[in-house]
């Protein structure tokens, strides 16, 4: 049966950004508003050509603010919505993402990273937004992003990216880098119906009995769609389970918790990791996107000159795998942290899973190329006093 399986799918060489399309497409997204930005852009070509042949609709929208309020507002009349963007059109869009977050809405947000600040390297790889689509929002807030470090991926954690966003009804972040956005690998299509489809939770009751804010045992509450039976209201400020303004503290701070807890309950489903060469290994490369692949390779040269090294990489960024980071660190002697930035953004949660105590060499590169394996191989040989040093 496998095999007939195997023998009908689809293969593919797709570009990374097509396959995010395309995983979206398969996941039941239906609606796409977006402004074109290096290197996203893809995506939205991508879009426009199959999107109305599905009977979906593609929208150009003016600017990133006001595409992922098309997308806000497309997820709310039932739509499954995502947007695609970069570094400069990302940070338009916070405003509109703390909305997506306060009013539970869900939704998928593409941000395909490249070289900043502001312009930048607009052609250019980096991995530089990684505290931004953590924390970019004013306010206490979660949010789930995941980060693809092949073709493949692309395809499958955009199928992710999605049921993690109708699960739990929050935005979620997909975020490749440049580089594995615009690879193109040869890629099996999933046969419809092999990957599972998570589709929102209906509301079941009388529409007037309706609490579109009050969650089930899950934490999670039913989203009614705009245009249905159901009427009910969305509102950024605080509000209770009626989705009415409620300044009471102690629905502020039920509200607050509830938004986090809602993940945080469901984080072993959430947070996924792959490990390579880990079971004999005492040097750990913990790795993201397109440093995975350099990760993998300086591991396979590190075992042939005598050193054990074995790889984590990291699918889901936020919330971080600090669990199976300490899981695994915990045997290695040194853990290295490549990562195309300057401050180490990922190297600083796993000093903080690890302990101050931990040999942890960051390697960093912010000149808009590669993080090679030759470099993570020096990193392993330098000596400890220098760990923490950038380039």
């Known amino acids: 049966m496998e095999a007939v399986a195997a023998a009908a799918r689809e293969m593919r060489l797709m570009q990374g950004n097509q396959a995010i399309a395309e995983g979206a497409i398969y996941a039941g997204a239906r609606f796409y508003a977006g402004y074109p930005i290096t290197p996203s852009s893809e995506i939205a070509d991508e879009c426009a050509a199959r999107m109305p042949a599905l009977g979906g609709m593609y929208i150009q929208m003016e600017d990133e603010m006001g595409s992922i309020a098309a997308v806000i507002g497309a997820s709310l009349a039932g739509a499954k919505a995502f947007t695609a963007t970069s570094g400069p059109g990302f940070s338009l869009m916070q405003e509109n993402l703390g909305l997506a977050v306060m009013g539970e809405v869900p939704c998928v947000i593409v941000d395909v990273q490249r070289s900043g600040p502001s312009t930048g390297l607009a052609t250019k790889p980096a991995q530089s937004d990684v505290m931004q689509v953590r924390w970019g929002r004013h306010g206490d807030q979660s949010v789930i992003a995941l980060c693809p470090a092949s073709v493949r991926e692309c395809f499958t954690l955009a199928v992710q990216a999605f049921n993690f966003a109708e699960r739990f009804r929050v935005p979620v972040v997909l975020m490749p880098d440049e580089i594995v956005g615009h690879m193109r690998e040869n890629v099996a299509l999933p046969l419809p119906g092999e990957i599972e489809i998570v589709e929102r939770k209906a509301p079941g009751g009388a529409p007037a009995a309706y609490l579109p804010f009050k969650p089930d045992a899950d934490g999670v509450a039913p989203l009614a769609a705009y245009g249905s039976d159901y009427v009910f209201h969305v509102t950024s400020s605080m509000h209770g389970t009626d989705g009415y303004s409620n300044n009471d503290p102690a629905n502020a701070a039920w509200r607050v918790r509830q938004l986090h807890e809602k993940i945080e309950r469901h984080r072993e489903d959430i947070v996924l990791t792959r490990a390579y060469y880990t079971e004999d290994m005492d040097v750990l490369i913990v790795a993201f996107g397109a440093t995975t692949r350099s990760g ?66 960051r390697v960093n590169k912010y000149n808009g190329t590669i993080i090679t394996p030759q470099d993570i191989l020096d990193a392993m040989q330098r000596p400890a006093a220098a760990k923490g040093e950038g380039n």
């Open 296 to 361: 993998r390779a300086a591991a396979l040269e590190a075992r042939a000159q005598g050193i054990k090294a074995g790889v984590l990489q990291l699918q889901t960024i936020w919330p971080f795998a600090d669990k199976e980071i300490a899981a695994l660190g915990r045997n290695a002697r040194m853990v290295v942290v490549p990562e195309m930035n300057y401050s180490g953004q990922v190297a600083g949660e796993v000093r903080k899973a690890l302990g101050a105590g931990a040999d942890i060499r």
